[in-house]
């Protein structure tokens, strides 16, 4: 597992981020750093992503700053060169996988069978995001699928919240979780980034008292 991935194992919960307008990137950065989690991954399905992730990397070296819902080889390329230190697609695209294991980029995609499982070990993955986690069947497909992939590690991501990621986070097939309740739009949208800090702080520590 490369260190981007203990990273994340390290934070626990990592923030979901859609940005519109870039002038939120600097603000939510800090709020994030100040709360206790240090992550961002930031979905690429908005104009602001790329410019978004370039700010965050400047302004905050001590930020993991990377990219989700990741689908093409070109929007890995713009990504990276923004500053982005990881990638996560939704699903799994053997192409943009080998893409970003060819450049050494961390690479999460999501999987939701056995079958995508298995192509992703054979590429040498060991972690997966599990995309969309709750309707999936969430941490019971989690837990049975994983006893079958011992050595493999999950990272749930879709309709985690800020009550059922306690139990996400006690499994140890979890790596970690990805969120968005503590970073909502409309609380980036209207600026209350001291609201984000807070509720960054209260998934931090819902981190350290599951995982003490």
């Known amino acids: 597992m490369n260190d981007v991935l203990k990273k994340f194992g390290e934070i626990g919960i990592i923030p979901v981020v859609v940005l519109n307008d870039a002038k939120d990137a600097e603000p939510l950065g800090k709020a994030l750093i100040d709360g206790g989690l240090p992550c961002a991954e930031v979905t690429f399905r908005t104009e602001a992503a790329e410019e978004s992730i370039r700010i965050m990397a400047e302004k905050f070296p001590e930020l993991l700053v990377g990219a989700g819902t990741v689908l093409t080889t070109e929007q890995v390329d713009r990504a990276v060169n923004a500053g982005a230190?990881?990638?996560?697609s939704p699903g799994l695209n053997l192409k943009i996988v080998q893409y970003c294991l060819d450049k050494d980029i961390p690479v999460?995609?999501?999987?939701?069978?056995?079958?995508?499982?298995?192509?992703?070990?054979?590429?040498?993955?060991?972690?997966?995001?599990f995309f969309p986690a709750e309707p999936?069947?969430?941490?019971?497909?989690?837990?049975?699928?994983?006893?079958?992939?011992?050595?493999?590690?999950?990272?749930?991501?879709?309709?985690?919240?800020?009550?059922?990621v306690v139990d996400y986070l006690k499994c140890d097939k979890i790596l970690a979780c990805g969120g968005s309740w503590m970073v909502k739009g409309d609380m980036i949208a209207a600026g209350d980034f001291d609201k984000i800090k807070e509720m960054c702080l209260q998934a931090a520590e819902i981190v350290k008292s599951t995982r003490a």
């Open 85 to 88: 230190k990881f990638i996560v």
């Open 108 to 129: 999460c995609p999501g999987v939701v069978t056995p079958g995508e499982i298995e192509k992703a070990l054979e590429l040498g993955l060991d972690v997966v995001k």
């Open 136 to 164: 999936s069947g969430g941490l019971n497909m989690i837990k049975a699928m994983g006893a079958a992939y011992t050595k493999l590690k999950f990272m749930p991501t879709g309709g985690i919240n800020a009550v059922n």
